[in-house]
């Protein structure tokens, strides 16, 4: 009898899925989790076989650690790339955990000493072993970004150097042309060297892309460069899904310069997923994203905290179990989803 993460994955499949129909899973496997033992091909085979055998059809995976990447790239810069202070890698081990930390710097030391793609390999393990591949670019990642003033272990050479493309909150201006050709060009890179199925957009990490209080004014220019995203993927010739991941309001989607009706409208996407900051809800507004005569399917996506507590300065989150995810899953598609996305899974299901 299948247990742990392998067995909820196939009684949630098997408690919301139609008889018959086809949907995907996508399960996020959450930036660096696939790296917290190690970064040996041994390691990260063992990483991805709890999906297999499980109603899960594609795995989304995260090449980007803040503003820095965790592939060795030609276009942007890995993460752990610049010498930092003791006391700034000090920092990140507190700001992000110890397991995280180790995760990231692991990364990037399996490159330096032994010329290792732990991510590329981690997505050839996943392809190979059947599953459908994205890649899931956090639009805005700003882990750690503010430590050594913007100098740090998670930013790279184009952040560092271009200051005043930033916005205040320290992610990067997408209103700057120049900001919007990178992350195209990173893109390209990405699709060119890996076996990727598609690409997310996740849009969802993070909030903002353009400077306070211009968000609504940009909506035509975030379009226009899905519009890019989408050209420079059919230049690739060969067939590729691309998604994007955009947080549960439309008011607040328009807003923040998101207009994920006009991309439906416009056939710049192939799947949209819903969903809130690292928050698992039982009510995800997925009809009022849905554009019917477009095609494109609507997901629930669904995080892992449901409450917690603050101690201190601490915030204690209360982690989702499977039942919680089962009744969750179940209201998005009695909801209105055309399928179910994950972001993260908590550890006890991670085992």
Same mark, same amino acid.
């Given at each position: ?18 008889? #018959? ?76 955990? !110890? ?20 991510? #590329? ?19 805005? %990642?700003?882990?750690?970004? *503010? ?19 930033? *916005? ?33 957009? !996740? ?9 306070? #209080? ?44 998101? !207009? ?27 009809? %009022? ?48 989803? %055309?399928?179910?996305?994950? %972001?993260?899974?908590?550890?006890? *299901?991670?085992?």
């Amino acid at each position: 009898m299948p247990t742990g993460r392998r067995a909820f994955l196939l009684r949630l499949a098997s408690s919301v899925l139609p008889g #018959g129909s086809r949907r995907r899973l996508i399960y996020n496997y959450h930036a660096w989790a696939p790296f917290y033992q190690e970064h040996s091909e041994k390691a990260i085979r063992a990483a991805i076989a709890p999906l297999l055998n499980t109603q899960v059809t594609t795995l989304a995976l995260s090449p980007n650690v803040g503003q820095s990447l965790s592939y060795p790239s030609r276009v942007g810069e890995m993460c752990h790339t610049p010498k930092v202070s003791e006391q700034a890698l000090a920092n990140i081990y507190k700001g992000m955990g !110890d397991i995280v930390a180790r995760a990231a710097y692991g990364v990037a030391e399996a490159w330096r000493s032994k010329r290792l793609d732990a991510f #590329g390999l981690l997505v050839k393990t996943a392809v190979d072993a059947g599953l459908e591949v994205f890649a899931s670019f956090r639009m805005n %990642d700003m882990h750690m970004v *503010l430590n050594e003033g913007g100098q740090g272990a998670y930013t790279d050479a184009f952040y560092r150097t271009h200051p005043q493309w930033r *916005l205040l909150r320290r992610g990067l201006n997408y209103a700057i042309p120049e900001v919007r050709r990178y992350r195209l060009a990173i893109f390209e890179e990405l699709l060119t060297r890996y076996p990727f199925h598609g690409l997310e957009l !996740d849009f969802v990490r993070g909030v903002p892309f353009f400077p306070k #209080g211009t968000g609504e004014q940009n909506c035509a220019v975030m379009t226009a460069f899905l519009g890019e995203v989408r050209a420079m993927m059919r230049r690739l010739n060969r067939r590729l899904i691309l998604t994007a991941r955009v947080p549960s309001s439309l008011a607040g989607c328009r807003k923040a310069g998101l !207009d994920p009706i006009a991309w439906q409208r416009g056939k710049l996407i192939d799947l949209l997923a819903v969903g809130q900051f690292l928050h698992l809800f039982y009510r995800l507004p997925v009809r %009022d994203f849905k554009v019917p005569e477009s095609g494109v399917p609507v997901y629930a996506s669904l995080d892992y905290i449901v409450g917690g507590v603050w101690t201190g300065d601490m915030f204690l989150a209360r982690e989702a179990n499977a039942e919680m995810y089962r009744g969750a899953a179940a209201a998005a598609y009695a909801a209105g989803a %055309d399928g179910i996305q994950f %972001d993260k899974l908590p550890a006890p *299901l991670l085992t």
